[in-house]
């Protein structure tokens, strides 16, 4: 199957720091990726929409101005975490759709474990 | 509005006992419904999708999981645990087919011995 790829794994910041992470397709173009967030113990919400050579489109109460995405390329798109706070140390995970035959198949990112300290 | 839930937050069972995992959903039209696993600190692996044609899907390592669309349902089933399938398991359903999905709660599977 296709294959997403996420890093950085695992990041430890300090608060008041930004923090990048990128999402890369690796074999497959995709002019749309998606990035979640998920808590311990808990699912994944969908955080915004990031869009080829456009702006990123957000789900409400999410902060556009604090979780700036790019997709500069049709094979990466970037999550940075600007002045980051502890309350935002959480799992982030990417992913690609891919189309298939008949549905379309997200494809996930291994996830980064961002910690705020 | 669309949503998913997995009413069962905790299932433990015994290896080579059967499972069955649950999963409701809502939404107006026909839905693009998914489960995935994730192994812990990892990112998800998709076991099967349905979208039309046979109500019983096939998926990897065994799984299978049958629509019912009188029920709103989509559970997931193994005829056969194995201590490996010990996972978080999220069902998930697509608003359309763009690869945008909204997660159930998930369900931690736990295998005993």
């Known amino acids: 199957g296709a294959v997403v790829s996420q890093h950085p794994s695992r990041v430890i910041c300090k608060s008041g720091t930004s923090v990048k992470i990128e999402c890369r397709s690796l074999d497959f173009q995709a002019t749309t990726m998606f990035w979640y967030r998920q808590f311990p113990k808990q699912s994944l919400m969908l955080m915004a929409t990031s869009n080829e050579g456009s702006k990123a489109t957000y789900e409400q109460g999410v902060e556009k101005d604090k979780f700036l995405i790019n997709h500069a390329s049709l094979t990466l798109s970037t999550l940075t975490v600007t002045s980051a706070h502890p309350e935002d140390s959480s799992f982030y995970i990417c992913?690609?759709?891919?189309?298939?035959?008949?549905?379309?198949?997200?494809?996930f990112g291994q996830g980064t474990r961002l910690t705020v300290v | 509005a669309q949503s998913v839930t997995q009413p069962d937050i905790h299932i433990t069972v015994s290896e080579g006992a059967s499972l069955e995992l649950r999963c409701n959903y809502s939404?107006?039209?026909?839905?693009?419904l998914f489960w995935y696993v994730q192994s812990p600190g990892q990112g998800l692996q998709l076991l099967l999708k349905?979208?039309?044609?046979?109500?019983l899907v096939q998926g990897i390592k065994g799984f299978e999981a049958e629509f019912k669309r009188s029920q709103s349902s989509f559970n997931l089933r193994k005829p056969s645990v194995h201590w490996s399938d010990a996972a978080e398991y999220f069902c998930a359903v697509g608003s359309s087919n763009t690869g945008k999905l909204i997660f159930g709660q998930g369900t931690t599977l736990q295998v005993k011995p």
């Open positions: 939404y107006g039209a026909t839905p693009y």
């Open positions: 992913s690609a759709p891919h189309p298939g035959t008949q549905i379309t198949e997200a494809f």
């Open positions: 349905y979208f039309s044609g046979d109500t």
